[in-house]
């Protein structure tokens, strides 16, 4: 069945597309610096995971440290079993 247009999963909307050098809302927590170095030019992509969780996946080009973190979340990094549905 074709996906309707402004709707994602569960009828949810979907989440507009943005730039990864030039974010656009506040940071979300967890996401302000890189937790391996400490560097703060990381990459930041907004995606939806399969659960249906909003979440952003953050990368760190000087060390290559990766992790997600829940949109709403603490702050904390998601563990890979749950952003990979494992």
């Known amino acids: 069945m ?5 709707a994602g999963r569960a009828g949810q909307p979907v989440e507009p597309l943005g730039s990864m050098s030039q974010p656009t809302g506040p940071l979300v927590a967890g996401t302000e610096s890189c937790l391996k170095c400490g560097a ?12 249906g969780r ?3 996946f953050v990368s760190c080009p000087a060390c290559e440290q990766t992790n ?3 949109l709403e979340g603490d702050g904390v990094p998601l563990d890979r079993s749950e952003v990979l549905g494992n």
């Open 2 to 6: 074709a996906r309707r247009r402004g």
């Open 40 to 51: 703060s030019e990381l990459t930041r992509i907004r995606m939806t995971l399969t659960d």
């Open 54 to 56: 909003p979440a952003v």
């Open 68 to 70: 997600w973190f829940a």
